[in-house]
């Protein structure tokens, strides 16, 4: 093909989907296979490091009385029941959501140091058994919520007695506090819909002050097992 011809197949009208033929005229540069592994390489760690799949973890471990201990929650055959909080599966929803008197308690502590994704610090928190069971079986707990408020309260909390201590304590928010100090203020923000100072007006006390770490049913109860009371150490 001469050059005259050359000029006028590229000044052509292109059909919507090219021939065979058009492409095989086609000169594609060549591909520098370095850089496009360096690019695969690229997508490969910004996928790695980006938010783990949402509600896929299951925890395995909680506190009592101070120690570690497994805690295992039933395993989910789909998706509904699931309580799940942030990438977190906390269990199956038992058919009976009201806290009862012959069930332990699962309190979900935030923030915590025990369970941890990367991309989701909102969602970093501790399991905390109030009981052992008498069986290795899955028994019935009741979900709680163990929220940080006071942003002086530094403590890892591991066990139930801590909690309910500083659950009874009480703090005026200073004057200059904003509702981004608060140490829970992620999971208050996408868990519980609180975005602001305002919106803790109902945990309020008579007095007015807050609660140092707000304990709220989360409404839910899951079945789980860990060791059996027997083996306490």
């Known amino acids: 093909m001469g050059a005259i011809q050359q000029f006028a197949f590229c000044l052509r009208p292109r059909p919507a989907i090219m021939t065979a033929s058009e492409v095989s005229r086609l000169r594609l540069?060549?591909?520098?296979?370095?850089?496009m592994a360096c690019g695969l390489l690229l997508v490969?760690?910004?996928?790695a490091a980006g938010p783990v799949d949402s509600g896929r973890i299951q925890i395995d471990s909680a506190y009592y009385e101070g120690?570690?201990?497994p805690f295992k929650v039933v395993e989910p055959g789909n998706r509904k029941g699931q309580l799940r909080v942030g990438p977190w599966l906390l269990g199956v929803r038992a058919a009976d959501s009201k806290p009862r008197d012959r069930r332990r308690n699962l309190y979900v502590v935030f923030p915590g140091t025990q369970h941890?994704?990367?991309?989701?610090p909102e969602y970093d928190h501790n399991c905390v058994l109030s009981d052992l069971p008498a069986t290795e079986e899955p028994v019935e707990w009741d979900v709680y919520w163990a929220i940080v408020l006071d942003n002086t309260l530094q403590e890892d909390f591991r066990s139930e007695q801590e909690l309910v201590l500083a659950a009874q304590s009480s703090f005026v928010p200073p004057d200059l506090l904003e509702f981004s100090d608060l140490p829970a203020e992620g999971f208050l923000r996408a868990q519980m819909k609180v975005r602001s100072l305002a919106d803790l007006v109902s945990f309020r006390r008579k007095d007015g002050t807050l609660?140092?770490?707000l304990i709220a049913p989360a409404g839910y109860a899951v079945r789980g097992?860990?060791?059996?009371?027997?083996?306490?150490r």
């Open 67 to 69: 120690e570690p201990v």
């Open 211 to 213: 609660p140092r770490l």
């Open 29 to 35: 540069p060549p591909i520098n296979w370095k850089y």
């Open 225 to 232: 097992s860990s060791e059996p009371r027997s083996a306490e």
């Open 44 to 47: 490969a760690i910004v996928y």
């Open 116 to 120: 941890r994704a990367p991309g989701w």
